[in-house]
Structures are given as structure tokens and as C-alpha cells.
């Protein structure tokens, strides 16, 4: 069954902790996207990557970091240095064509105690 | 920079009623536009989408309409149904692999 599968689903960090959450995709799509959804302020992009062993910054980018060293694979580490990082967190993939369908996972949602 | 305004943020309706969601984009480079569905807890889902050498596209109970004059698209769903309600994103692409979202729509259908 294709798809995009982000894990943990919840994840509740303590203040100072880096994390790291999971996505992988087996729809091989060439590019794949992390966004951060907070109420009131839709989709906003973190990183996003064309092809393996290469991204770029989103528009909120401080505070995290990814890596592509994998084709089917986009982890997203949010570390110590982002100020405010519970939200919901949304990795997605698409072809990379012109006008291509953006494919969601379930998301994680990231709880700082 | 880009972005993309929708609104209203929040929209009540009777079942059967039908409901529209206005978005408003500022790159004239967006040739793209689709809108994702997003049940609470759950991913979003592309529920219809428009492509810039289009002015309406239909299906079934959903339609988009596209003025790239004025820069606006709006969905259009007729006959609406309790199953019709959540939160309805519009976004802008341009083929930069930046889609921009808009803020939401939380679509209630009052049975």
C-alpha cells in the first residue's frame, strides 16, 4: 500500500531535547517537504528537498535541520534551539513536477513539558 | 513575499446549504491551485485542484473558479452534507516546489 508514514504519531519532549521525527515515503517521489501547522496559521514550510543529499530552507527553517540521504526517507530533527516547537508537524511528498498533487502523512504531533 | 489570504477562517452552514471559500494569491507566477480537505486528526487530502489555463473545474458537489486577473479562486460546495465538515486548505504553487497555504477554513454543516 503506497503512502507516506510519519512516526511517533505523539511525541512530548523536555525543554533542551532535540528530536527526531520520522517520515518515509514509498511512492517514489522525488521531493518531499516537512510543514509546521499551529491553529489559525495553516501550513508553514520548514524544509524541503528535490532530490537525495539535497535541501533547502522553508520559511521557518530556524531551529531544525533535515537530511536526504535516502530517497524514501526526510527525518526532521527539532533541536534545543527552537523556541516554540509544539505544533503539529506534517511531512509530505510530491513528483516534483510543475503542478504536482502534494501527498500528506498522518502527522506528529510534538508536546514540550 | 508570497501569500496566499483565505477566508473566511470559520463558516457555519445548514445542511443542504451550500458553502464558498474565497482565496486571494500575490504571486503572478502561481499556475496551480489545489485544496486540501483535513478531518480533525487526520492528513489533509487534495479534494479538487485548478490548473492557470482554466476558469472552473467541477466535481460532483465541488467546484473551483479561477480569475487570474484579480488573482482569486474560491471552492464551491453545493448540497452540503455533515460529512462536509472540516478544515479546507487553498494553496498557491508556482513550480518553485513552494506551495503556499492558506490559513484554514473550518467548515461547519449544521445538520
Known amino acids: 500500500d503506497g503512502g507516506i508514514t510519519q512516526s511517533p504519531k505523539y511525541l512530548f519532549r523536555k525543554e533542551g531535547q532535540n528530536v527526531t521525527l520520522s517520515c518515509e515515503q514509498n511512492?517514489?517521489?522525488?521531493?518531499m517537504y516537512w510543514y509546521r501547522q499551529d491553529p489559525g496559521q495553516g501550513l508553514r514550510l520548514i524544509y524541503y528537498?528535490?532530490?537525495?543529499?539535497?535541501?533547502q530552507k522553508g520559511d521557518i527553517a530556524e531551529g531544525y535541520s533535515v537530511s536526504r540521504e535516502k530517497k524514501e526517507s526526510f527525518p526532521l530533527t527539532v533541536t534545543s534551539a527552537q523556541k516554540n516547537p509544539t505544533a503539529f508537524y506534517l511531512c509530505?511528498?510530491?513528483?516534483?513536477?510543475?503542478?504536482?498533487?502534494?501527498?500528506f502523512g498522518e502527522g506528529s504531533r510534538l508536546t514540550v513539558l | 513575499g508570497e501569500n496566499v489570504e483565505q477566508h473566511p477562517s470559520t463558516l457555519s452552514v445548514q445542511e443542504g446549504d451550500s458553502a464558498v471559500i474565497k482565496c486571494t494569491y500575490s504571486?503572478?507566477?502561481?499556475?496551480?491551485f489545489p485544496w486540501y480537505k483535513q478531518e480533525l486528526g487526520k492528513r489533509p487530502q487534495l479534494i479538487i485542484d485548478?490548473?492557470?489555463?482554466?476558469g472552473e473545474k467541477k466535481d460532483q458537489r465541488i467546484a473551483v473558479t479561477l480569475n487570474k486577473t484579480a488573482k482569486h479562486f474560491s471552492l464551491h460546495i453545493t448540497e452540503t452534507q455533515p460529512e462536509d465538515s472540516a478544515v479546507y486548505f487553498c494553496?498557491?504553487?508556482?513550480?518553485?516546489?513552494?506551495?503556499?497555504f492558506g490559513t484554514g477554513t473550518r467548515l461547519k454543516v449544521l445538520a
Open positions: 511512492l517514489n517521489h522525488d521531493a
Open positions: 504571486d503572478s507566477a502561481s499556475n496551480y
Open positions: 509530505a511528498s510530491s513528483t516534483g513536477s510543475t503542478t504536482g498533487e502534494l501527498f
Open positions: 494553496a498557491g504553487y508556482s513550480g518553485t516546489y513552494k506551495y503556499i
Open positions: 528537498s528535490q532530490i537525495v543529499n539535497d535541501f
Open positions: 485548478i490548473r492557470s489555463n482554466v
